[in-house]
Nanobody, 118 residues
Framework: QVQLVESGGGLAQAGGSLRLSCAAS????????MAWFRQAPGKEREFVSA????????WYAEYVKGRFTISRDNAKNTVYLQMNSLKPEDTGVYYC???????????WGQGTQVTVSS
């Protein structure tokens, strides 16, 4: 079955960095797009960043633009999120999603916790 496994979360100080990875396996379709979302305690899940698998389109939420960088490894079906200049408000569970078409994200990972202390 399709699995998305996130890793790389943890505890960082404000101003620090973390790098998240999400590896997709068991896919029965070609990847159209992968993305990162996050959810803070008591809040709705929100968009962070997405990358078209052809690499020609990348999107960032305004609140992470200039600090986070999304990238991919096509051969490994893996998407990364380099997070620099972390802020306490970046704290939350980070989820990756995979889309087989423009209709939306078909599968989600289990999430990885990111905690940024001030």
């Amino acid at each position: 079955q399709v699995q998305l496994v996130e890793s790389g979360g943890g505890l960082a100080q404000a101003g620090g960095s973390l790098r998240l990875s999400c590896a997709a396996s068991g896919l029965t379709f070609s990847i159209y797009e992968m993305a990162w979302f996050r959810q803070a305690p008591g809040k709705e899940r929100e968009f962070v960043s997405a990358i078209r698998w052809t690499g020609d389109s990348i999107w960032y939420a305004e609140y992470v633009k200039g600090r986070f960088t999304i990238s991919r490894d096509n051969a490994k079906n893996t998407v990364y999120l380099q997070m620099n200049s972390l802020k306490p408000e970046d704290t939350g569970v980070y989820y990756c999603g995979v889309a087989g078409s423009r209709r939306g994200y078909d599968y989600w990972g289990q999430g990885t916790q990111v905690t940024v202390s001030s």
